[in-house]
């Protein structure tokens, strides 16, 4: 062989070998999301792992929320936040515990296909399942309009979460005077109303532990808490409510 054809021939094999490397690494990366896409949770961590001492009640994984039904997306019974969010976390639980209670959370990474799921729920005005417990005080078909059922939530940016106290003495949530997804001006955190002192102060117990630790809260539902400055505030996040999500990352 001479040697023009032996560089040829070594040139040929060289593409096909530089080919051949480049589909290995699409098809090694072909089945994880692209970095910073909604599908993408590497900046997502499970809060039972860091911020051991919370409580867990995921309402969407149970039936017992406003729409009667386990809400898509949650796929397990856990709660992912922002990596951020879950370290400012860390501070209101320390705080809480001073003062002899735990976190305990109802919500706080949402799908945004859990969204999706209210929003097919808000439109069928004809199931009212939980009205007696959630909003018997509205009729169904206003749920839009009075801003308790949107297209989009916060909670789909990974940063927010719902949560209450719960007394370690008694061995009981503190009285809020209201309960969790009630659709109402009860649920407002500056409603007094017939509230006693006591329920007002507990409101108000949440509030402070929450903005001292960097949270802002939501005017029309007292256990509704976002993180200021949160990293993703234009991403509504798309992967499940499951350990795997944030598995490994």
């Known amino acids: 062989m001479d040697k023009k054809n032996f ?16 589909c290995a690494r699409h098809a090694e990366n072909s089945g994880a999301p692209e970095a910073g896409s909604p599908a993408d949770a590497s900046g997502f961590v499970s809060l039972a792992e860091t911020v ?9 994984y149970s039936t017992y929320n406003f729409v009667g039904d386990r ?3 949650y796929e397990e019974p856990c709660a992912l936040m922002t990596r951020e969010a879950a370290e400012a ?13 735990r976190l305990k959370v109802y919500d706080a990474y949402r799908p ?43 909670h789909s940016r990974g940063s927010t979460l719902d949560l209450t106290l719960f007394d370690m003495d008694t061995g009981k949530e503190l009285d809020m005077g209201g309960t969790f997804d009630y659709f109402g001006e009860l649920s407002h955190p500056d409603y007094v109303g017939d509230l006693t002192e006591e329920q007002i102060e507990n409101r108000n117990i949440l509030r402070d532990i929450m903005v001292d630790n960097g949270f802002r809260p939501l005017d029309t539902e007292w256990w509704h808490f976002t993180l200021e400055n949160e990293p993703y ?7 499940p409510v499951t350990s795997e999500s944030v598995a490994s990352k």
């Open 7 to 22: 560089l040829r021939i070594a040139t040929l094999c060289l593409t096909v070998l530089l080919v051949l490397t480049r």
């Open 52 to 60: 051991p001492d919370v409580i867990l009640e995921i309402r969407y």
């Open 71 to 73: 809400i898509d997306g």
């Open 89 to 101: 976390l860390k501070g209101a639980a320390a705080d809480a515990a001073e003062q002899g209670y």
């Open 112 to 154: 945004q296909m859990a969204v999706d799921n209210f929003v097919e729920w808000a439109e069928d005005v004809d199931d009212t399942r939980m009205k007696a417990y959630f909003y018997p005080e509205l009729d169904k078909s206003v749920l839009f309009d009075q801003g308790y059922i949107d297209a989009k939530s916060g």
């Open 233 to 239: 505030p234009d991403t509504y996040f798309t992967f």
